[in-house]
């Protein structure tokens, strides 16, 4: 069974950091571009950052350009998104996705985050 299981979301205020965990199994970690996504209410879901294999290349949106960190560890099947600098804007359902050539993209169940003061 293909699992991603997302963590460490929860209250914080403005200027205030978290991150998140992405705990994956079921299929090859290492083999998998793995990102994070966010949907606020009303929104559409959005592509916050990805990061590739083998070469680790990541890529942001550019509303969290020099803020969040992307990384992941294969031996741990993990993924992280460090998160400093929070904004209100940045209140979301954080998701995991995990995508494999040639098969369809995972996603875990979201962990929320809400920046508030």
């Known amino acids: 069974q293909v699992q991603l299981v997302e963590s460490g979301g929860g209250l914080v205020q403005p200027g205030g950091s978290l991150r998140l965990s992405c705990a994956a199994s079921?299929?090859?970690?290492?083999?998998?571009?793995m990102s994070w996504y966010r949907q606020a209410p009303g929104k559409e879901r959005e592509l916050v950052a990805t990061?590739?294999?083998?070469?680790?290349?990541?890529d942001y949106a550019d509303s969290v350009k020099g803020r969040f960190t992307i990384s992941r560890d294969n031996a741990k099947t993990t993924v992280y998104l460090q998160m400093n600098s929070l904004k209100p804007e940045d209140t979301a359902v954080y998701y995991c996705?995990?995508?494999?050539?040639?098969?369809?993209?995972?996603w875990g169940q979201g962990t929320q985050v809400t920046v508030s003061s």
């Open positions: 996705n995990a995508k494999v050539l040639w098969v369809p993209s995972y």
């Open positions: 079921g299929f090859t970690f290492s083999d998998a571009i």
């Open positions: 990061i590739r294999n083998p070469d680790g290349r990541t």
